[in-house]
Antibody, heavy 120, light 111 residues
Framework: QVQLQESGPGLVKPSQILSLTCSVS??????????WGWIRQHPGKGLEWIGY???????YYNPSLKSRLSISLDTSMNQFSLKLSSVTAADTAVYYC????????????WGQGTLVTVSS | QSALTQPASVSGSPGQSITISCAGA?????????VSWYKHHPGKAPKVIIY???HRPSGVSNRFSGSKSGTTASLTISGLQADDEADYYC???????????FGGGTKLTVL
């Protein structure tokens, strides 16, 4: 069974780049058939879809974040990453990585999440 | 403000049934049978318990059931157990450019 684990700095300064990595075990991200993505939860709020990437490299982003967002694959490490630029306090959230199987309409595997705080 | 509207909290006693609503719009819940529900214990990975409105993944108890009417979906948990105490989130595929929308979450307390 596939497992996902987020990692990255827990504190980022305003205007800087938030970078997170999701390590995948129990399956290959290059095998196709899946979208690998990110979802976040602001403190005390609901979930927000950030975006995802297919094994071909095609990306799909939330339009509200698109101008600041980049999601990429590192097939050699079986990881995928999120980079969000020009962060503000509004980007403080728990960030989850998640997998969606192609032709299904739900996220079938999730990481435990990692809290990222944007503060000087 | 979340795209889908859920009650902030619900509660029930062991053995009882509860229902959590998830109100959406014609561009998401009303337009697709692609509503999913997730159970989340804080600090752990969310887990899908219902997909495509009413389907249960393998291994999920049949005490969990889902339905939809118009632009509102519902999750019903019957025979409440202590372990059901968690946060529950609904989600839907959307025809908007956002693609995926979620609810604000409902905290279930088992009394």
């Amino acid at each position: 069974q596939v497992q996902l684990q987020e990692s990255g700095p827990g504190l980022v300064k305003p205007s800087q780049i938030l970078s997170l990595t999701c390590s995948v075990s129990g399956g290959s991200i290059s095998s196709g058939g899946y979208h690998w993505g990110w979802i976040r939860q602001h403190p005390g709020k609901g979930l927000e879809w950030i975006g995802y990437i297919y094994s071909s490299g095609n990306t799909y982003y939330n339009p509200s974040l698109k101008s600041r967002l980049s999601i990429s694959l590192d097939t050699s490490m079986n990881q995928f990453s999120l980079k969000l630029s020009s962060v503000t306090a509004a980007d403080t959230a728990v960030y989850y990585c998640a997998r969606r199987t192609i032709a299904t309409y739900y996220f079938d595997s999730w990481g435990q999440g990692t809290l990222v705080t944007v503060s000087s | 403000q979340s795209a889908l509207t859920q009650p902030a909290s619900v509660s029930g006693s062991p053995g009882q049934s509860i229902t959590i609503s998830c109100a959406g719009a014609s561009s998401d819940v009303g337009d697709y049978d692609y509503v999913s529900w997730y159970k989340h214990h804080p600090g752990k990975a969310p887990k899908v318990i219902i997909y495509d409105v009413s389907h249960r993944p393998s291994g999920v108890s049949n005490r969990f059931s889902g339905s939809k009417s118009g632009t509102t979906a519902s999750l019903t948990i019957s025979g409440l157990q202590a372990d059901d105490e968690a946060d529950y989130y609904c989600s839907s595929y959307s025809s908007s450019s956002t693609l995926w929308v979620f609810g604000g979450g409902t905290k279930l307390t088992v009394l």
